[in-house]
Nanobody, 121 residues
Framework: QVRLVESGGGLVQPGGSLRLSCAASGSIARNYAMGWYRHAPGMQREKVATITNGGTTNYADSVKGRFTISRDGAKNTVYLQMNSLKPEDTAVYYC???????????????WGQGTQVTVAS
């Protein structure tokens, strides 16, 4: 059983910064990826950034150079540092855990409750 708890959202002016955190509780597989997705009203849900157990990161083109995903030494918390924020970054941000056990079919997905990020002047 895994539970994800997100925090760090809020209101920020364009050009400002926010740092989101996602704390994972429970037993996590050796092979996993954690990431952030966002969903704005009227828009498709978008994968923002992911990081694997090996440290490989991927970013959406829209956030490259501005956002950084990282995890702590205990590998139980993932962060999303968001700099140079734009109004179009406004969305609910969701934390995701995707883990794999013995085979490519033995996989599990978990989602956090979401945290609101609003970028406006």
């Amino acid at each position: 059983q895994v539970r994800l708890v997100e925090s760090g959202g809020g209101l920020v002016q364009p050009g400002g910064s926010l740092r989101l955190s996602c704390a994972a509780s429970g037993s996590i597989a050796r092979n996993y990826a954690m990431g952030w997705y966002r969903h704005a009203p009227g828009m498709q849900r978008e994968k923002v950034a992911t990081i694997t157990n090996g440290g490989t990161t991927n970013y959406a083109d829209s956030v490259k150079g501005r956002f950084t995903i990282s995890r702590d030494g205990a590998k139980n918390t993932v962060y999303l540092q968001m700099n140079s924020l734009k109004p179009e970054d406004t969305a609910v941000y969701y934390c995701n855990l995707h883990e794999t056990y013995d085979s490519e079919y033995d996989v599990y997905d978990y989602w956090g409750q979401g945290t609101q990020v609003t970028v406006a002047s």
